[in-house]
């Protein structure tokens, strides 16, 4: 089921709701077999970003594994993402071609800013305010040609994505890739996002890499033991019965596997206890100090 369930973009495009995330999933034997055993379970959506330093194993991997599996480049949806040192308006273009060049892609499907501040500048400084619109101009102009399919932004808060609408070039951002799972369920941005018509697509579904406090929750365990399946599916499933798209990272045959067999529902009752969950944690970077 996981393999047919797509959203749609405010541009009209549809996008598998469950994607591969591949934040630091690097080498490129590790990349070859991570990719062909996501294909092989039906996944047909990759999430990647410059800063990840894999895009060319994994352009080189879908060259190798596409015509084996019977794929074209049109059947998978690629996301990757501009680097916060090129939000600079004469670095845009370059880091958009090197993408498209390591990934052996003409075009990409989504494009994202990854970071709302830029490398380099202090995260009180304004200036953070002046070249993400700059770059978000940039990119604007790049999709208008149609090697973006679609651009978006990731880590913006209700603020940074106010900002953005009230100066977008007429151009909305499709995406707001964001950490969001029962330990942070961003309440407030999820209802500001889908008013704006942006779709929320979710990282660090399972909480942080090192801290698996949210994949033990009491709670998420519950739940898991009374579905009959795996805390991280539970996790899954509740983003998205919620409408909220999900690219959980794995690199074992079997993660993968279980990360995309998500073809059972909670009961209201499942998600209300779930909701209920009183701890408050983040897990990653906190983008409310950028300015």
């Given at each position: 089921?996981?393999?047919?369930?797509?959203?749609?973009?405010?541009?009209?495009?549809?996008?598998?709701?469950?994607?591969?995330?591949?934040?630091?999933?690097?080498?490129?034997?590790?990349?070859?077999?991570?990719?062909?055993?996501?294909?092989?379970?039906?996944?047909?959506?990759?999430?990647?970003?410059?800063?990840?330093?894999?895009?060319?194993?994994?352009?080189?991997?879908?060259?190798?594994?596409?015509?084996?599996?019977?794929?074209?480049?049109?059947?998978?949806?690629?996301?990757?993402?501009?680097?916060?040192?090129?939000?600079?308006?004469?670095?845009?273009?370059?880091?958009?071609?090197?993408?498209?060049?390591?990934?052996?892609?003409?075009?990409?499907?989504?494009?994202?800013?990854?970071?709302?501040?830029?490398?380099?500048?202090?995260?009180?400084?304004?200036?953070?305010?002046?070249?993400?619109?700059?770059?978000?101009?940039?990119?604007?102009?790049?999709?208008?040609?149609?090697?973006?399919?679609?651009?978006?932004v990731s880590n913006f808060t209700v603020r940074h994505i106010d900002e953005l609408l009230a100066d977008c070039q007429g151009v909305k951002p499709a995406v707001n890739q964001v950490e969001l799972h029962p330990h942070f369920p961003q309440r407030d941005l999820l209802s500001h996002c889908k008013q704006a018509g942006i779709f929320v697509q979710a990282y660090s579904s399972f909480g942080g890499t090192n801290n698996k406090s949210l994949l033990s929750d009491p709670i998420i365990l519950q739940?898991?033991?009374?579905?009959?399946?795996?805390?991280?599916?539970?996790?899954?499933?509740?983003?998205?019965?919620?409408?909220?798209?999900?690219?959980?990272?794995?690199?074992?045959?079997?993660?993968?596997?279980?990360?995309?067999?998500?073809?059972?529902?909670?009961?209201?009752?499942?998600?209300?206890?779930?909701?209920?969950?009183?701890?408050?944690?983040?897990?990653?970077?906190?983008?409310?100090?950028?300015?």
């Open positions: 089921m996981a393999a047919n369930l797509l959203c749609v973009l405010n541009t009209g495009q549809p996008m598998p709701m469950v994607g591969l995330g591949t934040f630091r999933v690097r080498g490129k034997s590790v990349i070859y077999n991570v990719i062909e055993v996501a294909l092989q379970k039906g996944y047909r959506s990759i999430d990647t970003a410059a800063v990840y330093q894999n895009e060319a194993d994994i352009g080189a991997a879908l060259k190798e594994l596409l015509p084996q599996y019977g794929l074209k480049r049109e059947d998978i949806f690629l996301t990757s993402k501009l680097a916060p040192e090129d939000h600079h308006p004469d670095r845009v273009e370059r880091a958009v071609s090197k993408s498209l060049s390591q990934l052996g892609t003409s075009y990409l499907d989504l494009f994202l800013v990854h970071w709302p501040g830029t490398a380099g500048i202090p995260a009180g400084d304004t200036d953070n305010r002046r070249l993400r619109r700059a770059a978000w101009q940039q990119l604007v102009a790049l999709h208008k040609t149609g090697i973006l399919k679609a651009i978006g739940v898991a033991r009374d579905c009959g399946r795996q805390p991280a599916q539970v996790l899954l499933r509740w983003a998205l019965q919620q409408n909220i798209g999900v690219i959980p990272k794995a690199v074992t045959k079997q993660h993968i596997q279980n990360n995309f067999e998500l073809d059972f529902t909670l009961s209201d009752s499942q998600i209300t206890l779930i909701n209920s969950i009183t701890t408050v944690q983040k897990y990653a970077w906190n983008p409310d100090v950028v300015a």
